[in-house]
């Protein structure tokens, strides 16, 4: 089973910050935090992970929280592009996808 | 530079064929991944591979088998194929173990009639 909890779906105004949350309360001390996301039927795009700290890319940022339970993908300024399921996977040796979150960006 | 490449892209089988999905990576990447991918749902991981000559199963391998001869190549075998393995497969690539990200190809959609 995955280990980790979504919201089903969220919906997002173009040009406003997309918050998608994510529950991992049975993660372990050396398991990291990844985000990947699906456009469609193509293959997952990787976004950002991370282990203890804040992180920040190009694409997004990522905030988990102090005991390490939860976080939040924050992708800034959001597009019609950024429309697709994103997924929050705590990956150890291997790595379990869930059902994900479908965003939706709406004009 | 093409990352993770997947051949073929589409395949129908008839129940009880047999075929082989073949995954490539220039990236010069250890570790190697097959998923399968059924509608509405996420990726589920069928074997994976730490490094050439080497296999591990993941959460769903009945059915399936591969092999990594070469680092850059990972094939997946069905002997049998049944009308349940139809799915979208998905092969990745990471350059080691858990801190690092995978890649991944971009989908072989299998039909088993």
């Known amino acids: 089973d995955a280990k980790t909890t979504q919201p089903p779906s969220m919906d997002c105004a173009e040009g406003r910050a997309a918050n998608l949350p994510c529950n991992h309360s049975t993660i372990s001390g050396n398991e990291y935090v990844y985000w990947y996301r699906q456009i469609h039927s193509q293959g997952p795009q990787y976004i950002i992970h991370?282990?203890?700290n804040n992180e920040t890319n190009e694409m997004a940022s990522l905030i988990i929280t102090e005991d390490r339970k939860s976080s939040t993908l924050i992708l800034p300024h959001a597009t019609l592009r950024d429309t697709a399921v994103y997924y929050c996977i705590v990956r150890g040796n291997d790595m379990r996808f869930g059902a994900g979150t479908r965003l939706t960006v709406k004009p | 530079n093409a990352g993770v490449t997947q051949t073929p892209k589409f395949r129908v089988l008839k129940t009880g064929q047999s075929m082989t999905l073949l995954c490539a990576q220039d990236m010069n990447h250890e570790y190697m991944y097959w998923y399968r991918q059924d509608p509405g749902m996420g990726l589920r991981l069928i074997h994976y591979s730490v490094g050439e000559g080497t296999t591990a199963k993941g959460e769903v391998p009945d059915g399936y088998n591969v092999s990594r001869l070469k680092k850059q190549n990972f094939l997946l075998g069905l002997e049998s194929a049944a009308p349940s393995q139809t799915s979208v497969y998905f092969c990745?690539?990471?350059?080691?173990?858990?801190?690092?990200?995978?890649?991944f190809g971009p989908g072989t959609r299998l039909t088993v009639l």
């Open positions: 991370g282990l203890k």
């Open positions: 990745a690539s990471s350059y080691s173990g858990r801190a690092n990200e995978q890649f």
